[in-house]
């Protein structure tokens, strides 16, 4: 159930928003048309999730079973056939669900990306509020303000979104892309033709923790900036066209020296695809590569595929993943996930699933980490 309030009846709007993500390129696509009246929407999710690890670093809690709740939503001002104005914003937090939600999983096992990366603050907090505004018949896009980066770029149509698909952060995006968190920034996207997008942003490098502002540690040598071109074509697979995302992302990430005083910088890049090869099964790959001074892995890859209704199971997806990177502490870290997913009854909008992962690095030799995680949005 999505709960919408109607204001300021002479303006003309719509919005539409999924959950987990504020309107991105793809609502502006599938605008729903015109309804003559300015629109709020509020649309809560909430998840539940455990995990086991065989394997810990010493001293550390080898179960965590965390609670996630989200709203999400959009005050559209207008939408017109030329553009659209709104205000997106996300509100999201921690509760524990069985154990302490901290130290996370990750720390458990020593990964610098998140095992469970739906965690986020303990406290409920505002964590993203920005403007965005496309125009040139929602040929372009303007976003400013506290914002996501992870949002917008080096996405992917199946390992992306860590409630419906792959858990660990490690394949939501790439390990040598040190996206910040939520901070104030800015971005612009235009289409350059029928199945091509440009990208630019930048974002406060160093943004602190979720309830913060977005502002903390701004300045003009703590800037993360980036660039991505995206390609949509659909080859023609096993007799068939398939759709397919082709994305080349460049970034620079300045930052405060880690090791000293003053300020450090440095560039790296990712090719990030999805590709649907039948009906039901969707293949995706990340090669990632970074200047080792500004990210945990100065090369890295991932890749595997997702399963819509494996087996004729309705209302069902599986996927397999798995990722190998070059750690900048030293050493290598290989990453692995398969999970289930399916909706509890035909008519509901609870999910459920378990999720299988494993880990191993230098200093943990395999670690199985053994989870289930369910999700209801109403």
């Known amino acids: ?208 923790n979720v309830n913060s502002s977005g502002f903390e540690g701004l300045s003009l040598e703590h800037l993360y900036t980036s660039a991505e071109l995206v390609l949509s074509r659909t080859p023609v697979v096993g007799g068939e066209e398939r759709e397919g995302h082709y994305r080349f992302l460049v970034w620079n990430n300045g930052k405060s020296n880690p090791a000293g005083s003053g300020n450090i910088a440095g560039w790296g890049g990712v090719l990030n695809l999805d590709q649907e090869i039948s009906d039901n099964v ?15 892995s100065d090369f890295g890859y991932s890749f595997g595929f997702q399963i819509n209704e494996p087996f004729g199971f309705k209302n069902s997806s599986t996927g397999f993943a798995y990722q190998y990177a070059d750690l900048t502490t030293g050493g290598t870290q290989k990453v692995g996930e398969w999970f289930y997913r399916t909706k509890w009854q035909e008519d509901s909008s609870l999910y459920i699933g378990p999720v299988i992962q494993y880990y191993e690095d230098d200093s943990l030799n395999g670690s199985v980490i053994f989870g289930f995680r369910t999700s209801y949005s109403f």
């Open 1 to 208: 159930m999505k709960i919408t309030l109607f204001l300021f009846p002479c303006l003309f709007c719509c919005s539409f928003v999924n959950a987990q993500e504020v309107p991105d390129h793809a609502f502006h696509i599938r605008r729903l048309g015109h309804n003559h009246r300015a629109h709020l929407t509020f649309e809560p999710l909430v998840t539940w999730t455990y995990q086991h690890a065989t394997k810990v670093l010493d001293g550390m809690p080898h179960t965590r079973a965390v609670g996630y709740y989200d709203v999400a939503g959009a005050l559209t001002l207008w939408n017109t056939d030329d553009g659209l104005g709104q205000v997106a914003y996300q509100m999201q937090g921690n509760v524990a669900g069985g154990t302490s939600s901290t130290p996370p999983m990750a720390g458990s096992v020593g990964n610098p990306m998140a095992m469970n990366n739906i965690l986020t603050s303990e406290s409920f907090s505002l964590s993203d509020v920005y403007w965005q505004q496309s125009f040139g018949n929602h040929g372009a896009r303007l976003r400013v303000g506290k914002l996501h980066v992870a949002t917008y770029f080096d996405t992917n149509q199946i390992a992306h979104d860590p409630v419906s698909g792959f858990m660990a952060g490690n394949f939501n995006q790439s390990i040598t892309n040190p996206m910040p968190g939520h901070g104030f920034g800015v971005n612009l996207e235009f289409d350059v033709s029928e199945g091509a997008l440009l990208r630019f942003g930048t974002a406060n490098a160093e943004p602190g």
């Open 282 to 296: 969707t293949i995706f790959g990340r090669l990632g590569w970074g200047e080792s001074s500004v990210t945990v």
